[in-house]
């Protein structure tokens, strides 16, 4: 039992700490010593990201430490997820999430995708420039909510856009659609009818998790 | 020069001709900058602003300013003749007392072997970072500014600059730190700041040297002052930041005999000390930071350029709008004589002419 819990405790540290190359290796000791791939997800990742979220938060964590941290929780998650898909689990949700075409800043758009996958969210991540026909595109698979991420005024347009052809395509009323990134303003993302605006990667968080209540 | 009579209200600024001299000594702002800052340091610039009378305008306008010559901003962006004419226009219209080139981050980028797209009326940005391991780098040499890329187009814009005006004549350039984020990729980079710090350090050396080359041609060319925006550096932790990036812009404000202005994109509150310890002469804060915090915390010699919202007051607000906001800031850093008026980064180019118009008015008449 000590063991189980003592290990629980490496990986959360490891997360925390990003230590990307070690994590794979405790992830792997945890699933010999028995413990289930749900277990880790729920009592393991997540936690330790919202650590990392909260020392972001506090100015503890700048945006490499989150970067490291979440690499070394994707390092783990790429052990457990074929398995929890095994045991036939449903994510809460699946979010795809992208910037939006001629825009190629990624890191806030990589690090909403770090904190919703680390609170066990399925995301798909688009990259950077992503066409409105794209998003469009995954949307007609199985996908719950959309973000997108705009950093120049001269790309924002394409959240519109991108709205439109959703409409177009009668999908609208099947997605959520949430706005960042510094060229949106709340004001904006009403304009062009988004569901919701989130500031930084831990109002993305709390407002995914107010969409699927 | 800067102590000539001039009729109350004081206003050095607009005492400065605006139109083509053949005597340097009518240049008094722009012509004595080089020779001056090598012989005093940066407290007297700063005082020379607090003293001017009125807050100066030297902000860039050149991408806003592709509406009045019917140019799209890749046509200024490849060719330097085009580019002049844009500026020529925004500074006789507006009556600005600093000529800037506008900013492309890509350009050194390109230089040194980076694919990128240019839309035709948005920023260009770079898709492709060559950079992966130590070897791409060896191979990697530095671009020759009158040769590379569009490097020649930049120079060729601020050499017509500086000699059809009389004003401060501003070139600027990609941050180190920011460069190498291109070379290498945003992620990668940040990741580099823990995982592999040397290699990082082998690449901002040569971004260095990159920069450095591209900045002493624009000296040469006649830029009287340097910008460089650090974009992304925000992202770094005060400490990362020193390491990574406030270390390399220090050599290159050692480096050139011009005042330089530093600016940084987003939320850089956590790092207004370590900009001003950089020696730059001007720091240059975007919307998200307090400016008051920013003013208090700088020393009385660096000039503390910022930070109205491009978006949210320059585009998205009405002519009185932006008027009533720059009023505000105004006169909260009223009692601050080292506050220099500007948005907090680049305009965009469909910018609300009016609402320039307005900003620039209400800075010129406010006392």
């Known amino acids: 039992m000590d063991n189980t819990e003592s290990i629980k405790k490496d990986l959360?540290?490891?997360?925390?700490?990003?230590?990307?190359?070690?994590?794979?290796?405790?992830?792997?000791?945890?699933?010999?010593?028995?413990?289930?791939?749900?277990?880790?997800?729920?009592e393991v990742l997540t936690p330790a990201m919202e650590v990392v979220g909260e020392k972001f938060e506090e100015r503890e964590y700048y945006v490499p430490e989150v970067l490291v941290s979440a690499r070394a929780m994707q390092a783990c998650l790429d052990i457990i997820r074929p398995m929890l898909f095994e045991e036939n689990e449903q994510a809460e949700a699946t979010i795809a999430v992208g910037t939006v075409k001629g825009d190629i800043h990624e890191?806030?758009?990589?690090?909403?995708?770090?904190?919703?996958?680390?609170?066990?969210?399925?995301?798909?991540?688009?990259?950077?420039?992503?066409?409105?026909?794209?998003?469009?595109?995954?949307?007609?698979?199985?996908?719950?909510?959309?973000?997108?991420?705009?950093?120049?005024?001269?790309?924002?347009?394409?959240?519109?856009?991108?709205?439109?052809?959703?409409?177009?395509?009668?999908?609208?009323?099947?997605?959520?659609?949430?706005?960042?990134?510094?060229?949106?303003?709340?004001g904006f993302a009403q304009e062009i009818g988004a569901d919701a605006y989130g500031v930084d990667c831990n109002e993305a968080l709390r407002i995914v998790k107010e969409m699927i209540c | 020069?800067?102590?000539?009579?001039?009729?109350?209200?004081?206003?050095?600024?607009?005492?400065?001709?605006?139109?083509?001299?053949?005597?340097?000594?009518?240049?008094?702002?722009?012509?004595?900058?080089?020779?001056?800052?090598?012989?005093?340091?940066?407290?007297?610039?700063?005082?020379?602003?607090?003293?001017?009378?009125?807050?100066?305008?030297?902000?860039?306008?050149?991408?806003?300013?592709?509406?009045?010559?019917?140019?799209?901003?890749?046509?200024?962006?490849?060719?330097?003749?085009?580019?002049?004419?844009?500026?020529?226009?925004?500074?006789?219209?507006?009556?600005?007392?600093?000529?800037?080139?506008i900013s492309d981050v890509t350009v050194e980028a390109e230089a040194c072997g980076c694919e990128i797209e240019m839309p035709e009326d948005?920023?260009?940005?770079?898709?492709?970072?060559?950079?992966?391991?130590?070897?791409d780098l060896r191979s990697k040499k530095v671009p020759d500014p009158y040769r590379h890329g569009r490097m020649p187009v930049f120079l060729e814009c601020v050499r017509h600059l500086s000699r059809r005006f009389t004003l401060p004549t501003g070139a600027g350039c990609i941050g180190p730190y920011a460069l190498a984020s291109q070379l290498m990729g945003t992620e990668e980079a940040a990741i580099a700041t823990i995982e592999d710090p040397g290699f990082l350090d082998e690449i901002l050396e040569y971004c260095l040297e990159v920069s450095l080359a591209y900045l002493k041609a624009f000296e040469k060319e006649g830029a009287e002052v340097i910008v460089i925006a650090d974009a992304i550096a925000s992202v770094l932790s005060p400490k990362a930041f020193?390491?990574?990036?406030?270390?390399?812009?220090?050599?290159?404000?050692?480096?050139l005999n011009r005042p330089v202005a530093l600016h940084i994109c987003g939320d850089a509150s956590h790092l207004i000390e370590e900009m001003c310890d950089t020696g730059?002469?001007?720091?240059?804060?975007?919307?998200?930071v307090d400016m008051d915090d920013a003013l208090k915390r700088a020393p009385a010699d660096v000039i503390v350029a910022g930070n109205l919202d491009p978006v949210e007051v320059f585009l998205e607000m009405d002519g009185d709008g932006v008027a009533a906001k720059t009023r505000e800031?105004?006169?909260?850093?009223?009692?601050?004589?080292?506050?220099l008026p500007c948005p907090g980064c680049e305009l965009p180019p469909l910018t609300p002419l009016d609402n320039i118009k307005a900003y620039v008015e209400t800075v010129r008449s406010f006392r």
């Not at chain 1, 690090?111 to 609170?119: F, K, Q, S």
């Not at chain 1, 996908?143 to 005024?153: K, N, Y």
């Open chain 1, 12 to 42: 959360e540290r490891a997360i925390i700490d990003g230590k990307m190359h070690e994590t794979p290796g405790i992830t792997q000791e945890a699933l010999d010593l028995g413990l289930a791939p749900r277990e880790l997800m729920d």
């Open chain 1, 107 to 186: 890191i806030g758009k990589g690090m909403v995708c770090m904190v919703l996958e680390g609170a066990g969210f399925n995301v798909i991540d688009l990259g950077v420039d992503v066409a409105p026909e794209k998003f469009v595109e995954v949307v007609q698979q199985n996908v719950d909510i959309i973000a997108m991420s705009s950093l120049m005024t001269t790309t924002r347009d394409y959240m519109g856009d991108t709205i439109l052809a959703l409409s177009e395509a009668n999908l609208r009323q099947k997605v959520k659609v949430m706005v960042g990134g510094a060229a949106v303003t709340p």
């Open chain 2, 122 to 135: 948005s920023q260009p940005y770079v898709i492709s970072s060559p950079i992966r391991q130590a070897a």
């Open chain 2, 280 to 288: 730059a002469y001007s720091i240059s804060l975007d919307s998200p």
């Open chain 2, 1 to 101: 020069m800067i102590r000539e009579r001039l009729p109350a209200p004081l206003d050095v600024l607009t005492a400065v001709g605006r139109s083509r001299t053949l005597r340097p000594m009518h240049r008094p702002i722009g012509r004595i900058l080089p020779w001056v800052v090598g012989k005093v340091n940066r407290k007297h610039v700063a005082s020379m602003a607090g003293l001017a009378g009125r807050r100066a305008i030297a902000i860039s306008l050149g991408a806003p300013a592709t509406q009045l010559t019917g140019t799209t901003l890749k046509e200024n962006l490849q060719d330097g003749y085009t580019m002049f004419r844009t500026i020529e226009k925004a500074v006789v219209t507006w009556k600005l007392d600093a000529d800037f080139i």
């Open chain 2, 242 to 255: 020193r390491r990574f990036s406030g270390r390399y812009i220090k050599r290159i404000v050692e480096q």
């Open chain 2, 329 to 339: 800031q105004l006169f909260q850093m009223r009692n601050y004589p080292n506050y």
